[in-house]
C-alpha cells in the first residue's frame, strides 16, 4: 500500500497509529503540517496520510486532488449513499493499515478534516472496533447518529466561522451522541472558517491528552485490587 505521508518512529515499533484523510480536492500533502505535529506530540506513532481513492472531479483533469466521493450535485438526501458506497473500501484500508502496523482498534485513530472528517464519523457509526478515536475537523455525520459508536471516542473540531460545512449538524450531533450515552467532546471556536486552524490542531491536542474515554474508566475499575477493612460504626448504622 502506497503511503504518501508517513512519519514512524525513530526507534521501535510503534504503540499508536494516527491515519489522517484530507478534504475533497486535496491530497494527503496538504495534512503534512498535522502529521508533523501529531508526531511531535506521539513519537512513539506511526502516522500515515492516505490519498483518496478517486480524482476530484470538480477540477480540470491534471489537476491532481482526490476525493473519497463526490460532491457534484450533492444534496442531503443523496450524500449518505454516497459515503455508504465509499465505506467499504475505506474500511478495508484500515484494517489494512493496522495489520500492517500491528495496531489493534483501540490504538487507532482516525483523524479527518472536511470530507475525510464525514467519512472517518461515518465508518465508525458502521462498522464496530474500527478505532479508539476519530478526530473530525470542521465536518459532519452524513446521517444523524441513531447509535453512538460502542467504545469509540469522538472529538468533534469545528470553526464557528465555517460556511462551507456550519458547526450546527456537529454541535446537534455532539448532543444527540451524548444522549445516547457515547463519548464525544465538542469544541467550536470563535473566528475560524473552514480551515485545519492551529487553534483547532491544538484543542485537539488537548482533548487527546485530557480525555479519558469510558472504556478506560472501566478498566480501571476493573483492574482496582479490593482493600480488606472494617466498617466504621457510622457504616454500619445504629444497633
Request: a neutral charge; charged letters at 15%; hydrophobic letters at 50%.
Amino acid at each position: 500500500m502506497d503511503l504518501p505521508l508517513l512519519h514512524l518512529p525513530a526507534a521501535g515499533a510503534p504503540t499508536l497509529l494516527f491515519v489522517l484523510l484530507h478534504g475533497v480536492g486535496a491530497r494527503a500533502s496538504d495534512l503534512a503540517p498535522l502529521a508533523r505535529r501529531l508526531a511531535a506530540e506521539y513519537p512513539q506513532a506511526a502516522v500515515a496520510g492516505l490519498d483518496a481513492p478517486h480524482a476530484f472531479d470538480g477540477a480540470p483533469p491534471g489537476h491532481g486532488g482526490r476525493q473519497w466521493f463526490s460532491v457534484a450535485g450533492v444534496t442531503e438526501a443523496n450524500r449518505p449513499e454516497r459515503v455508504a458506497a465509499a465505506r467499504p473500501g475505506f474500511v478495508a484500508t484500515i484494517r489494512a493499515l493496522q495489520a500492517r502496523f500491528a495496531m489493534d482498534w483501540p490504538h487507532t485513530a482516525l483523524v479527518g478534516f472536511s470530507q475525510g472528517a464525514i467519512l472517518a464519523l461515518e465508518a465508525v457509526q458502521a462498522e464496530a472496533q474500527l478505532a479508539g478515536r476519530v478526530l473530525a475537523f470542521s465536518g459532519r455525520h452524513a446521517t444523524a447518529p441513531t447509535h453512538a459508536p460502542v467504545d469509540t471516542t469522538v472529538h468533534l473540531l469545528h470553526g464557528m466561522a465555517d460556511r462551507v460545512i456550519p458547526p450546527g449538524p456537529a454541535i446537534d450531533a455532539a448532543e444527540r451522541l451524548v444522549a445516547l450515552g457515547g463519548d464525544v467532546t465538542a469544541d467550536v471556536l470563535p473566528g475560524i472558517g473552514h480551515e485545519l486552524h492551529p487553534a483547532l490542531v491544538e484543542r485537539a491536542i488537548e482533548q487527546l491528552r485530557g480525555f479519558l474515554p469510558k472504556r478506560a474508566w472501566r478498566s480501571a475499575l476493573g483492574e482496582a485490587p479490593l482493600i480488606a477493612r472494617v466498617a466504621s460504626s457510622a457504616e454500619l448504622g445504629p444497633r
